[in-house]
Every structure is written in structure tokens, then in C-alpha cells.
């Protein structure tokens, strides 16, 4: 099996070179990385980082802004592998990620394959803003960064959301459960959540929104719809 890692990219460029390079210490795996940038924000160009990468294994496709939903299924329609691998541009693998997970998909243990995932903070956050956070370990963490499936199992789900900004994974996952997909998690912690200003400064709405979304999807779950 070949798989496809589509890595999306709006800002976060700063961390952009590791999340590369920690798929391409892929082992024991057929795989291709495209990087979809999703609208520079600032002017810098993910080509000019992705430059320092001379392998034919890295793609780049740009796009204007239009969402993480967008680029993630842009980079589905451009992929060449049977398998579809998703990793945030500030987040990073371990190198046995991809052949774990696909030995469990071979194997049988469901359709959509998730693992562990601790968060570690950013070395660039300020010392004083670092010691306000508190990083965490989930078994089962239910991410894109950790999921791993077949593409036609994907596309089965009709892709994800795109009028969707924020909440689209989890969007996507009550979908593909509904569709009888079956998610099966790796016992290891084969994934890391970066912690940086960004993604630690939502703002109290902003938070409140995405838990409203997400027992909302739950609730829908429960009552079957």
C-alpha cells in the first residue's frame, strides 16, 4: 500500500520544515507528501521552505484561501497513494507512525486508524507564557494528525466539510462513523501536538463554539441522525 501524507498550511510556515521532515522519516512505508498551502498570510511562501527538500517525494500545491476542509480535500483529489495520511503543519510523527497503522489496517482492526498523541510546548513560546501551560497525553486521540484510512473509505464520506472553519474533523468523523466506517486506535503515542501563541490564545468564545459543535455532533450520534 502507498500512502499519501496531505499536510495543510495557513501560516505556521515557522514549523512547517519539521512536520516535513518528521514524514519523511517515514519507516518501512511506500509514501508521497504533498503540502497544501492554503493562501500565504504574511507573503512568505511555503516553495521557498520546501525548496530546502530535494525529493521527489514532496509535492506543493497552492490554492487561495479557502479553509482547511479545502486544502485537505485538494490534496485527497492530487494523491496518488490507496492510503490517505493527514498531519497538521505545527505537529510532528514518530518515525514508526505510518507502517504501525497501516499493519493495523491490514490487519483488520477497522477502517480508520488513529494512535496516541501527546502535546509538548513550543520552544519559541516565551518562558513565562510556557510555564502557564500544561501539556497533555491522549491514548485515543481522535485528530487529523493521527488518522490514517483508505482513500476509498474517505471518499466515501463525501470528503470534508467545506463551509466548515473550525470543527470540520470532528464534523467529518460523526459522518464517517454514520457511514459504518469502524476507528480503531494504536496503543502507542506515535504523534505530538505542538503547542504555540496560536493555537494556545483562542479566545473564550472561540472555544466555547467548537464544545458547542462538538456535543452537538455527539448528541446526533447518540439519537442516530
Given amino acids: 500500500m502507498q500512502v499519501t501524507t496531505i499536510i495543510p498550511v495557513h501560516g505556521c510556515l515557522s514549523y512547517l520544515g519539521e512536520a516535513v521532515e518528521s514524514a519523511l522519516a517515514q519507516t518501512d512505508v511506500s509514501h508521497e507528501i504533498i503540502v497544501v498551502e492554503d493562501g500565504p498570510p504574511d507573503g512568505a511562501r511555503a516553495r521557498d521552505l520546501l525548496a530546502d527538500f530535494a525529493s521527489a517525494q514532496v509535492r506543493l500545491i497552492e490554492q487561495d484561501h479557502g479553509g482547511t476542509s479545502v486544502a485537505r480535500n485538494k490534496g485527497v483529489a492530487a494523491a496518488n497513494g490507496d492510503v490517505i495520511a ?46 502557564t501551560l500544561k501539556p497533555r497525553q491522549f491514548p485515543k486521540a481522535i485528530s487529523p494528525t493521527t488518522c490514517l484510512l483508505r482513500r476509498v473509505d474517505f471518499e466515501k464520506t463525501g470528503g470534508f466539510e467545506a463551509s466548515l472553519f473550525r470543527g470540520e ?14 476507528a480503531y486506535s494504536c496503543e502507542e503515542v506515535l504523534a505530538h501536538r505542538r503547542l504555540h501563541d496560536y493555537n494556545t490564545k483562542q479566545s473564550q468564545k472561540e472555544r466555547q463554539a467548537y464544545a458547542q459543535l462538538a456535543a452537538k455532533l455527539l448528541a446526533a450520534r447518540r439519537n442516530g441522525k
Avoid at 470532528?170 to 469502524?182: D, H, N, P, V
Fill in 86 to 131: 493527514f498531519l497538521d503543519a505545527d505537529d510532528l510523527w514518530e518515525p514508526q507512525k505510518l507502517s504501525l497503522q497501516l499493519a493495523a489496517l491490514a490487519e483488520g482492526h477497522g477502517q480508520i486508524i488513529f494512535c496516541g498523541m501527546e502535546e509538548f510546548i513550543s520552544p519559541d513560546i516565551a518562558s513565562d507564557r510556557a510555564q
Fill in 169 to 182: 474533523f470532528i464534523e467529518w468523523f460523526a459522518r464517517a462513523e454514520k457511514a459504518g466506517l469502524i
